[in-house]
Nanobody, 127 residues
Framework: QVQLVESGGGLVQTGGSLRLSCAAS????????MGWFRQPPGKEREFVAA???????????YYADSVKGRFTISRDNAKSTVYLQMNSLKFEDTAVYYC?????????????????WGQGTQVTVSS
């Protein structure tokens, strides 16, 4: 099991920026992907971005169309930390953001296939 702790959420105005952090511990060697999901108010959880953590996809990045060009996922291997830099934030980016880890060689953006989750951090974008 991988333990994940998010930080960095908050309140920001439309057009602003935030950076989320996710500190991983435990069996991080077992993860092949680290990613971010979000759950807007009253909606289902959705995939945001992922980065290859181990294996053939190591370092590769993947994004949902809704955030491509605005969000950037990155990592610091020495700190076992994944980041989500969010720029040009929109009202519709308001959500609880979750960090997650997944084993398996091929990316699957369905949340049910991800085995480890953080507690979530609230991001609120005011219009």
């Amino acid at each position: 099991q991988v333990q994940l702790v998010e930080s960095g959420g908050g309140l920001v105005q439309t057009g602003g920026s935030l950076r989320l952090s996710c500190a991983a511990s435990g069996r991080t060697f077992s993860a092949n992907f680290m990613g971010w999901f979000r759950q807007p108010p009253g909606k289902e959880r959705e995939f945001v971005a992922a980065i290859g953590w181990n294996g053939w996809s190591d370092g590769r990045t993947y994004y949902a169309d809704s955030v491509k060009g605005r969000f950037t996922i990155s990592r610091d291997n020495a700190k076992s930390t994944v980041y989500l830099q969010m720029n040009s934030l929109k009202f519709e980016d308001t959500a609880v953001y979750y960090c997650a880890a997944r084993s398996g060689g091929v990316l699957n953006t369905a949340g049910v296939t991800w085995g480890s989750w953080g507690q979530g951090t609230q991001v609120t974008v005011s219009s």
